[in-house]
């Protein structure tokens, strides 16, 4: 009985959390039909909603999952996560005494497409690790023109000039 009224509570929670997502959903169809978007905009945008939410859920689980376990069983899962993407990076040398201690106080962040990570010209108080993904860099001249100017992959590292120099962002990461 208790296995039961546990699977049931679950499966009220996933019904719940559809039913919200499809209202979204429905909303949004709904002011794009009314703004007469294009069909091929609609099924771009719906897209990126439905990935947007995976991607979202994904994170809470992540978060959640890491919050529960014990420090030092989250230390291990982090360094699993992250030490392929270390031991890609010239930074770190291969070095697993160094790939220990960075993976220890690491942050996760699952990010949505297109999303800004950091922008020019703010002050740095972190460096990023892509641990998978890419991200794109573009620098904003004194025109006010931007221009791309690279992408990073997978063991990239980005934001260490600002966090090195106590400086501000040299340029704008998404």
Do not use: W
């Amino acid at each position: 009985a208790n296995i039961i009224g546990e699977l049931a509570v679950i499966l009220s929670k996933l019904n719940r959390k559809a039913t919200n997502f499809q209202t979204k959903l429905d909303t949004a169809n709904d002011a794009m039909r009314n703004l007469g978007l294009p069909e091929k905009l609609q099924v771009e945008i719906t897209g990126f909603l439905t990935y947007s939410k995976s991607l979202l859920e994904s994170q809470e689980e992540l978060e959640e999952f890491l919050y529960m376990i014990s420090p030092s069983s989250r230390q291990k899962v982090l360094k699993f996560m992250f030490t392929s993407a270390l031991m890609t990076n010239p930074i770190f040398q291969k070095s697993q005494i160094v790939i220990d201690f960075v993976s220890a106080r690491l942050d996760t962040r699952i990010l949505l497409p297109e999303f800004i990570v950091v922008t020019q010209g703010e002050i740095g108080d972190c460096l990023y690790l892509i641990a998978k993904g890419e991200c794109l860099v573009t620098v904003t001249d004194h025109r006010g023109k931007q221009h791309s100017v690279n992408r990073l992959e997978k063991g990239s590292v980005f934001g260490e000039v600002a966090l090195l120099t106590g400086g501000k962002r040299t340029a704008t990461v998404k």
